[in-house]
């Protein structure tokens, strides 16, 4: 039995640790910070036996996932994209508006987000690229071009519904593009046109974005009507195609105004600013212990606290101590993947692990930062932790990716990975 056991959480144990134990923190923190969604629904453990079923999916999903040998990866890479684009393309006309926003598909009654399949889809892309072309002295001249042109397909169409994930998932690109050790000139030639790319967005945003429809602080509305089914503007006439693609200007208008604001009672204002506000109160009213799990004050005040700005519950329940420990694991999840990339012999395998890893920490990092004012509020959960829906079943199953990879990528024997091979590490050794 316990043999069976132990086969049945195969791979790196470190990161199943990990895995773990930002599980159980989300369970306490999402049954604590749900609060306004029991006061709606009436049913005191319906939110927090949801979330539980949702992660027991996401956690059978990891173990699937684990068993897939990570050489098929490759032969999903067209698939994902394929699929991406076109459920990109759909959402932008059949998709549910939420918070003027139409990034929710429904299949089946499923509801997803297209840009979480396509995350993943360009992660896997990326790393065939980088794998397939690397040279001796770093990747060919041509790698970073056919990662342009496959992301100028993606990014743009995530781009005009959820400006944060597009941002957040070219930086990820980015970073693997570092790491896949792209010629520095072509870096630097990229990083001047983004900044003059993002500084015409942003002189276009401040000249023709419309701030007198007012959107609330990105990702509340979203969350809640997730939750209550209830869409914004539904009954509105149609949109041009213009509207339909600079719809958004308006809302990021508002949030660089928001952000680049110095007058405290603008800023702070707790009429307007409920999440700013009452998430602030949460950190400054912790201490180092924090008040306790289930003690939290500011979750019957904070919107989306269960999603948005449940790092801030964090703390005001966990204390500082809490808080750090949260982001450690993050930090442990990445320099494990880390290890792991460094073993293997093949780099397809390693560019994957580091890519997903990056793209779980990137978010977890930004996430934080929203909470304790240092970054604009976009609305970004905090994976693996925020309640969710087919979102955390995406992230276990790159859980069980980088499980997979752990447990039947080729590992280097120059590198000393032989010797730390577990026996369930060694059942496919041509990854």
């Not at 490759?74 to 393309?89: E, Y």
């Not at 792209?182 to 276009?204: E, F, R, Y």
């Not at 602080?217 to 339909?244: H, I, P, V, W, Y």
């Not at 790159?398 to 997979?404: D, E, H, R």
Request: charged letters at 20%.
């Amino acid at each position: 039995m316990e043999k069976k056991f132990t086969n049945l959480f195969k791979g790196d144990k470190v990161i199943w640790m990990v895995f773990f134990f930002l599980c159980v923190v989300s369970v306490i923190e999402v049954y604590s910070a749900s609060s306004m969604l029991t006061y709606k629904s009436g049913n005191y453990l319906y939110p927090v036996i949801y979330h539980t079923a949702i992660l027991l999916v996401g956690v059978f999903c990891a173990i699937v996932t684990l068993n897939i040998p990570c050489r098929f990866f490759k032969i999903a890479t067209p698939l994902a994209l394929i699929l991406s684009l076109v459920t990109l393309i759909a959402v932008f006309f059949i998709g549910h508006k939420e918070n003027d926003a139409a990034r929710w598909i429904g299949i089946f009654g499923i509801k997803f987000q297209p840009s979480e399949i396509a995350k993943g889809a360009l992660i896997l892309a990326t790393a065939q690229i980088l794998s397939a072309l690397q040279r001796e002295k770093g990747a060919d001249k041509n790698a970073m071009p056919y990662i342009l042109w496959i992301c100028a397909f993606i990014i743009p169409l995530i781009f005009i519904e959820n400006f944060s994930t597009a941002a957040l998932l070219s930086f990820v690109i980015f970073l693997m593009m570092v790491i896949g050790r792209v010629p520095w000139q072509q870096l630097g030639k990229l990083v001047s046109a983004v900044i003059i790319a993002g500084v015409l967005a942003v002189m276009l945003i401040m000249n023709f974005g419309d701030t007198s429809q007012k959107n609330d602080e990105e990702g509340t509305q979203t969350e809640m009507a997730a939750n209550t089914g209830k869409t914004d503007k539904d009954s509105k006439e149609e949109k041009s195609l213009a509207q339909k693609v600079f719809h958004r200007l308006g809302a990021w208008k508002m949030r660089i105004e928001d952000f680049t604001n110095k007058d405290p009672q603008k800023k702070y204002d707790l009429k307007n600013k409920p999440q700013r506000v009452h998430g602030n109160i949460a950190i400054g009213t912790s201490s180092l212990l924090g008040k306790g799990p289930g003690n939290s004050v500011e979750r019957d005040f904070l919107p989306a606290a269960h999603c948005d700005f449940i790092y801030a519950i964090i703390i005001e329940e966990m204390g500082l101590i809490g808080g750090i420990a949260v982001a450690a694991l993050y930090i442990i999840l990445l320099f494990r993947t880390a290890r792991i990339a460094r073993r293997c012999e093949n780099n397809f395998p390693a560019f994957l692990a580091i890519g997903i890893a990056l793209l779980l920490v990137v978010q977890a990092c930004f996430n934080m930062y929203v909470a304790v004012d240092l970054a604009p509020i976009t609305g970004q959960p905090l994976p693996l932790i925020s309640k969710g829906g087919t979102s955390s079943i995406i992230n276990c199953i790159y859980i069980g990716v980088l499980l997979s990879i752990s447990r039947t990528a080729k590992v280097a024997k120059d590198k000393g990975g032989e010797e730390e091979l577990k026996p369930e590490m060694q059942v496919v050794n041509n990854g």
